[in-house]
Structures are given as structure tokens and as C-alpha cells.
């Protein structure tokens, strides 16, 4: 049986991350479980970025905490892969669920495997994953729902997922670095 | 080195130039004192202004709207300028990469090259929607419409009389429209009054066809009133009522076919084997449901591109954004049920900002709905607008019948010929009004009149948007049935009428309900000889004269209770008219179109008196259809 309810994980880019938080494997699940998804739930996670190859965020428990986590990029042959199945998409689109498994199936990896994944948290926890840990995968899992191509920033396919061709660009999306030229 | 403005975007402290593309002039910006530092570097002075731009806040994590010192100088004279400026090392990137587009533009080299070269800074400032920037390339593009009057990049002719009507933040939205193309289509969302019709007319006009435009059957006949008026030479076919059974083979590349909802939902299949250039859906709020007939057959209709257009904000009401979308952009959102899961429960019942806010990112460049508010600067206080609507086969089978009986029994000589006269009149302009006020059946209201369904339609949106009107007739009769129709239609609630059978208090406490009280009424029905005027009832923003009055200067006199000190936004003022009508004969005489001996149009006591005395051939001539 699984915990996975309707607001975290309702894709398959998000899946990918909540199952770090609720592994489908384990059968009881983790008790610091129920307060990581209420860190998440009322916005206690902040400042949220992830960009090519890291994910940082601040989860603000009793006090507040710095969260880290770092995943392998995609070599260039695998980024070159990914630009082919992602072709034919709309611009701008949004990415569904075909795309991912499209995505796998070219020998993609998108979840994060616990093997080549680093992550820390400045807590004195000696539980590992701490609950902030937890708190920021299932954040994480809802960026991804909300905003699939994290996923693919996060392997280093783009740093921006703004497409090119678009007449007016959402606030969101304008690039801080080059805003003046080129840095 | 850098200062905070409200917003909480800091300036760079460096001079920068932005083009602003809806009201296509230049701004110069960056500094506290851009007027002075634009004079230092040998730039034209231009009108200080606070500027609404995207702006890096102080720690560079994002970027977030701030509005920002600036001066504004037109489109020529910047280009002008910039090309021969002599660019300076401590002048912004931004300024720079314009200078060199502004030269190459000067000798008539390509900018395609220069265009990447042009930061962000460059194009920062807030689209009208107030969440969007315009790209480089769209930015680069308005500068060229805006110093040669037309577009550079194609032939086509400033005299063409869809491009001179077009008002600067028009040509944005149609650019932006044209452009959609590539990725489908978009929404046009403007809100109601900025005139959404003649942008999409100038996408159709200068593009191949054929073209298909589905619209509710009352503002058919507008449709082809303002495809005639700015794109005269297209030709127009209808598939409506009669004309329906007629094969689509005829189409040349030029045509536009008009049609009604009610058809797109039973000619589904024959309208999906057509290769449309274009697709127009108006009043697209009739396909919100993606569940129904109509919204299922406007997905399976083909085109290069997709417009849809509604007036109603769509931006919150998940199920009809997906909908519009669904026919504009097919896969920008997803499957259906995946979208309501991801977006609806956290922005519909969490009402969580940041899931808003990404949805935005994925939306906002699809959807443009621009403020009447925002335009302000560029419109006039009072807009004026005629709704020409279409008579039901109920009311021409009355308005016929009822003028030939009149006419043929003879209107008599003096007094009696006056006294008919006035009767004639006043039955055709109830039956435009609606047929149950000439005949009554005591049957369902909508359907029989294409004012009342046109009406309807239009107090939804202003209701929706959150607006409010004042709504006009010179008939008891007529704003009772108003009053039954649109409280059950529209608001839900009983609306209120205000006429000369009321006391003193009851109108005063109606006039303050609708003036100051918080929950008042978004609308309120006026008698034109009650409350013409005197009255102060600037919480509206719309007026609407529900029939015509022979003397235009009464119904100015009306628009004025919400158009007069105080008001501080911009009015705009829908007359409805029925074509072909005795309504029409009066807007033709108030436009000067046409001229009746005898008849001084202004002066409200005589007119219909003098209409008594034109002989039997003038009056049918006046009043009949067939014109």
C-alpha cells in the first residue's frame, strides 16, 4: 500500500521525488513523514532553487535550516538524447506524463538515485533523512507537478526554461544574470 | 552601487534605454535623474513619468515589478537620435545595443543579428497585463510599426483602414497575435471596450485565409458591419439560419465565414474537414465547459491559427482556461484531469500563490487581457461604442406585420395622423426592445430579442470583471422586463429600477445603494426622463442605452451620470441599435446620414410630430426593413 496522496507527486516528475520521501518499498512508513508534508503544506519551505545539478532551499522549522542536495548532470550525448524526444513538443508546453516515460525509455535518468545523490542539512539531527531533508523532497515533488521541466534544468538541459520564440515572457521567467548584457 | 524603488527592484545607476511597445515610444531609465543624464549623453529630453518595468531586486534572485523614474520620448525622434549618438562607455549595454539597431535600421541594413545583442534591460517594460515582458524580437518589431506607421517587414499599407484605426497597444496585441501562430494561438482577453474585434479583423485582413469567425448569433450582424467598415475588401459569407445547407466548396482564399455557436455545435464535422488559416471564437466564454457540444467541436477544428476571445477574466477559473487553451494551445496544459489535479485544488482551494504564480509561467504568454484602467493614458475619458444587433425572425415577422397594417388601414390627416403616428412608432420600438412588450405571449424572454440576448451577454462580462453599469430606456415597460430578465440571468439578485413612479426616498436610497454601499447592486436600470440627469453615479464605468431617443443630446446627458466630475476612470458608452430597424433611421439621422426635410433632429419635442407630417411613402420609406 502506498501513502501518496493527491497534492504531492501527481505526475511523474513529482513521483520521482516523493518516492525519496515515501519509498513504495518500505512498510512502515517514516514517522517524521506526516511533519514534513505539513512543513511543505503551509509554504515553510523557502527559497526554493534548483539549477543545473543542485537543489538548495531553507526549510524554517523551529529555527531555520539550510538544505543542499546535489545530483549528477547529464553528459553531452545524454542532453543531446533528451533535446531529440523533447523536439516535438509545444513551446512552452507543459510536459505530460508520455514525455517522461518517452524520456526513460532513452535510457534517461531522471529520479534521483540515492547512490550518486549528496545530501546535507546544517540540523543536529542524527536521523537521516531529517525532517527538513524530507520536508524539501516533498516540496520539490510539487515544483515538479507544478513545473516539469525543473527536472530537466536540474540535469543541466537549459537554465531557463523560457522558449524562444515567445512574444511576451512571464516575470518568472526573465533571466536575473543577463538582465543588463552579458555578465 | 544600486537604489531600492518601490517594488522592491533596485535602479543600476546606469543610464539604460527600454522601448515601450504599447505605447510605442522610448524610455530612458536607470538613474534617479534620467532627464538630466539623457541631456548629458546628448539624448532628446522627453515627459517625466514613473515607468512600471521588470527589475533585478536587490539580492538578484528574481526579478519583480517596480515602477521606476523615467522619461518618455516618441518612437521617431529616439531613433532618430540614437542612431547618431556616439555611444558612451559608461552608458548601460542596453542603450548601446539600440544605438547600433537604431543605425542599422537608419541605413536599412538587417537588425536580425542585433536583436540577441539587446539585453533584457532593453525590453523591460510591463506589458499592459502587468505580468509580462515583450521580447527582444517583438520590442525590435513595435519600433519598426512605430516610426514607419506600418510594417516593416511585410507590404503592408499604412492607408489600409484596419492599420490606421489601429491604436498603439492594438498593434502589440496584434503582433502578438500573428506571431502566436507558430505555437497555435492564443486568448484574447482584453476587457470589454478596448476594442479586441479590430485586432482580430487586422489578423484576418492580412492573412491568406479562408477564415472562420464563431460567434454568438447576436453580434453576428456587428461582425460583419466592422469586417466591412476596416477590411472592405474581404469578402464575407454567412452560414447561419438559411444559408447553413450551403456547401462550403464556394470558399475563395479571401473569405470569411461568419457563423453562430448554435452551428459549430451541429456542423461539427463539416467545419472540422476545412483547413482554416484562421479560426476567430468571439465571446469564447460560450466554450468555458470544456464538456460541451461546443467546446468538443471547436477542439476538432483545424487551423494555422487559433484565436479565441472573451472579455471575462479568465486567469482564476481553472476549468474555462483549460477550455480556451484546450482550442488555442492543444497540449500547453495537458490532459484535463492531470491540470485539475496539479493546479485546481492548490489555486482553487489552497489559494496558493506560488502554484498561481507558475501557472502564470505557463499561461501568461498565451493569454493577453489588458486593463482599460492601464490604457487610460492613451483613451479618451468616454468611449463610445454602437452595438448593432440583429432582429429575431419573431420581431421581423412583427415589425412587418404590424407597419404594413398600420400603413395599409391609412394614418388619416392632422391630429389623428399625429396620434397614429406616435402610436406606429412606439409598437416598432417596442418590438425591437423585445416582441412580449408589442405582443405578449408570456413565454421565455431570451432568444426573442437580439438586443436583450446581446445585452445579456454584455452585463455578464462587465459584472464578471468586476465593473458596474447604468443601464437606459425611455420605457416603464421595457426596464421592468429588463429587470425580471437580467436579475435572473446576470446578478442572481433582484437589479434595481429607477423610474418616475418611485417616491423621492425609495430613488435616493437606490441611487446610494449603488453609489456607496459596499455590497450594492452591479447594475442599475434607469428611465431616461427620471433620472437623465442631475444624478451622480460615477461607480459606473459602462453605460448602456438600451433604445434610442431621438435627440442625441438626451442620451449624452444620460452618460453623463457616470462620466462627470469625480469619475476617475475611463467611461465607455454602449448604444445598442437594431439594424435595418426605425432604430437604425434614428442613429442614421443623429449621424447626419441621412436627411429629412422638415425634421430638426435636436429638438426633443418636435421630432416625432414632424415625422407625422411626411407623407405615407417617407414613412415607409423611414421605417421599413428592406433598406
Redesign the interface.
Same mark, same amino acid.
Given at each position: 500500500m502506498t501513502t501518496m496522496s #493527491?497534492?504531492f507527486g $501527481? $505526475?511523474a516528475w513529482g513521483r520521482d521525488w516523493l518516492r525519496l520521501a515515501e519509498p513504495t518499498s518500505i512498510i512502515r512508513p517514516d514517522p517524521a513523514l506526516p511533519r514534513a508534508r505539513s512543513l511543505a503544506r503551509n *509554504?515553510r519551505v523557502h #527559497?526554493l *532553487?534548483a539549477t543545473t545539478g543542485l537543489i538548495e532551499a531553507t526549510v524554517r522549522d523551529r529555527s531555520r535550516h539550510r538544505v543542499r542536495i546535489t545530483v549528477p548532470i547529464w553528459d553531452e550525448p545524454l542532453l543531446a538524447k533528451a533535446r531529440t524526444v523533447l523536439a516535438d513538443? !509545444? %513551446? =512552452?508546453?507543459?510536459?505530460? #506524463?508520455s514525455v517522461h516515460t518517452a524520456l526513460k525509455q532513452a535510457g534517461l535518468t531522471l529520479a534521483p538515485d540515492p547512490a550518486t545523490r549528496t545530501a546535507t542539512c546544517d540540523c543536529t539531527s542524527r536521523k537521516d533523512p531529517c525532517v527538513h531533508l524530507l520536508a524539501t523532497y516533498v516540496e520539490f515533488a510539487r +515544483?515538479l #507537478?507544478? +513545473?516539469p521541466r525543473l527536472a530537466l534544468v536540474l540535469r543541466g538541459l537549459t537554465t531557463s526554461d523560457t !522558449?524562444g520564440?515567445?512574444? +511576451?515572457? !512571464?516575470? =518568472?521567467? %526573465?533571466? %536575473?544574470a $543577463?538582465?543588463? =548584457? $552579458?555578465p | 552601487m544600486s537604489t531600492e524603488f518601490d517594488g522592491g527592484g533596485a535602479l543600476p545607476e546606469v543610464l539604460q534605454a527600454c522601448f515601450v511597445v504599447e505605447s510605442e515610444c522610448f524610455a530612458w531609465w536607470g538613474v534617479r535623474n534620467p532627464g538630466t543624464a539623457a541631456a548629458e549623453a546628448g539624448l532628446p529630453e522627453g515627459a517625466e513619468t514613473r515607468l512600471p518595468l521588470a527589475l533585478p531586486e536587490r539580492a538578484g534572485r528574481a526579478v519583480v515589478a517596480t515602477e521606476v523614474p523615467a522619461v518618455l520620448v516618441d518612437a521617431e525622434s529616439a531613433v532618430a537620435a540614437l542612431a547618431n549618438w556616439s555611444s558612451s562607455t559608461t552608458a548601460g549595454e542596453s542603450l548601446r545595443a539600440w544605438s547600433r539597431i537604431a543605425a542599422a535600421m537608419r541605413d536599412g541594413e538587417s537588425v536580425e543579428t542585433l536583436i540577441d545583442e539587446l539585453p533584457t534591460a532593453g525590453h523591460a517594460a510591463l506589458c499592459l497585463d502587468g505580468a509580462t515582458i515583450w521580447s527582444g524580437r517583438a520590442a525590435v518589431d513595435a519600433v519598426r510599426h512605430g516610426i514607419t506607421g506600418g510594417d516593416a517587414t511585410d507590404d503592408a499599407d499604412p492607408a489600409d483602414p484596419v492599420e490606421a484605426a489601429l491604436r498603439p497597444y492594438q498593434r502589440a496585441g496584434v503582433a502578438w497575435l500573428r506571431a502566436a501562430a507558430t505555437h497555435g494561438g492564443g486568448v484574447l482577453a482584453d476587457e470589454m471596450g478596448l476594442g479586441k474585434t479590430v485586432q482580430a479583423i487586422a489578423v484576418l485582413a492580412r492573412r491568406p485565409g479562408p477564415h472562420l469567425v464563431v460567434c454568438p448569433t447576436s453580434v453576428l450582424g456587428n461582425w460583419a458591419r466592422e469586417l466591412d467598415r476596416f477590411a472592405p475588401g474581404i469578402d464575407v459569407a454567412f452560414r447561419t439560419g438559411s444559408a447553413r445547407n450551403e456547401g462550403l466548396d464556394g470558399l475563395t482564399t479571401e473569405s470569411v465565414v461568419l457563423t453562430s455557436y448554435g452551428v459549430l455545435r451541429g456542423d461539427a464535422d463539416v467545419l472540422a474537414k476545412v483547413g482554416w488559416d484562421v479560426i476567430v471564437l468571439d465571446e469564447a466564454q460560450q466554450i468555458k465547459n470544456p464538456d460541451t457540444r461546443a467546446a468538443r467541436a471547436a477542439r476538432k477544428l483545424n487551423a494555422r491559427l487559433r484565436v479565441a476571445m472573451t472579455g471575462t477574466p479568465v486567469e482564476n477559473r481553472l476549468d474555462e482556461l483549460w477550455s480556451l487553451l484546450a482550442f488555442t494551445n492543444p497540449g500547453l496544459l495537458g490532459p484535463r484531469a492531470r491540470f485539475r489535479r496539479r493546479f485546481a485544488a492548490a489555486v482553487e482551494q489552497r489559494r496558493s500563490e506560488a502554484a498561481a504564480r507558475r501557472l502564470h509561467e505557463i499561461v501568461g504568454p498565451h493569454v493577453l487581457r489588458r486593463h482599460k484602467s492601464d490604457v487610460a493614458p492613451e483613451l479618451p475619458a468616454k468611449i463610445e461604442s454602437t452595438v448593432v444587433c440583429e432582429l429575431t425572425a419573431e420581431q421581423e415577422r412583427l415589425y412587418r406585420t404590424s407597419l404594413e397594417e398600420v400603413l395599409d388601414s391609412g394614418l388619416g390627416s392632422g391630429i389623428e395622423r399625429r396620434g397614429r403616428v406616435l402610436t406606429l412608432l412606439t409598437r416598432l420600438k417596442h418590438i425591437c426592445n423585445h416582441p412580449e412588450l408589442a405582443h405578449p405571449t408570456g413565454g421565455h424572454l431570451g432568444g426573442r430579442s437580439g438586443k436583450l440576448d446581446r445585452v445579456t451577454e454584455m452585463l455578464a462580462e462587465i459584472v464578471d470583471s468586476g465593473e458596474r453599469a447604468l443601464v437606459f430606456t425611455q420605457y416603464r415597460e421595457t426596464g421592468e422586463l429588463l429587470a425580471a430578465h437580467l436579475g435572473e440571468e446576470v446578478t442572481g439578485r433582484t437589479v434595481p429600477f429607477l423610474h418616475g413612479g418611485l417616491s423621492t426616498t425609495v430613488r435616493e436610497e437606490m441611487i446610494n445603494r449603488f453609489q456607496l454601499d459596499p455590497d450594492g447592486p452591479p447594475m442599475l436600470l434607469l428611465s431616461l426622463r427620471a433620472a437623465g440627469f442631475g444624478l451622480n453615479l460615477t461607480r459606473a464605468t459602462h453605460v448602456v442605452h438600451y433604445d434610442r431617443w431621438w435627440n442625441p443630446a438626451v442620451e449624452d446627458q444620460a452618460s453623463d451620470r457616470a462620466h462627470r466630475i469625480g469619475q476617475t476612470r475611463a467611461v465607455t458608452v454602449h448604444t445598442l441599435c437594431t439594424e435595418r430597424s426605425v432604430e437604425e433611421a434614428i442613429a442614421d439621422l443623429h449621424a447626419g446620414k441621412r436627411d429629412l426635410s422638415g425634421i430638426a433632429v435636436g429638438r426633443t419635442r418636435t421630432v416625432e410630430t414632424d415625422l407625422a407630417r411626411l407623407g405615407d411613402d417617407q414613412l415607409r420609406a423611414l421605417l421599413e426593413l428592406d433598406r
Open positions: #493527491d497534492e $501527481t $505526475t *509554504d #527559497d *532553487d513538443q !509545444p %513551446v =512552452g508546453g507543459d510536459l505530460n #506524463d +515544483r #507537478d507544478e +513545473r !522558449p520564440e515567445i512574444t +511576451r515572457i !512571464p516575470l =518568472g521567467l %526573465v533571466e %536575473v $543577463t538582465f543588463y =548584457g $552579458t | -
